[in-house]
């Protein structure tokens, strides 16, 4: 019961990072109109970025959501695991759409003379698949959800 209190509070602060990606998805189209700018033109594309803005919007709500109600001393089910799944599927989408948007620049690690913000984006496609093992896997989420938020029958209630 102690480390699932504790893993709430961990988990409230990695969605809290939510914010840091609304500032990504704005840093790569800025980037993406310097190396790649008819990515920028591109049905596809645009949609997707439309989507990527749309699905962290939401998730910042959520995160909101679940923080007022740890202000307000009342348990924080079932916001806290859904935002962080919702965290970490938007940090993966994101650095995967960072290096499509990009462009062949978009893959160039740092150190190259041609990478794009000193190789930031592969460095974050890199890095972000950690997001769903880190504050407890997404699996382990779904898990959580299932049997606390939804109630679905058949779950033991830790």
Known sequence: MVAMGTLGFERVGIAGQISVLGAD???????????NPGAL????????????????????????????????GEKNWPEVPFAKLSWSSMAQTLSELAVNLLGP??????????????????????FQRYSTIGGGSTEIQKNIIADRALAMPGKSRA
């Open 41 to 72: 033109d591109d049905p596809v594309m645009t949609d997707r970025l439309a989507r990527a803005w749309t699905e962290i919007e939401l998730a910042r709500l959520l995160s909101l959501r679940a923080l007022s109600k740890i202000m307000k």
């Open 105 to 126: 620049a978009g893959v160039l690690a740092k150190g190259g003379p041609d990478a794009v913000d000193r190789g930031k984006w592969t460095r974050l496609y890199a």
């Open 25 to 35: 998805l704005r840093a790569m189209i800025e980037a993406a109109r310097s190396v």
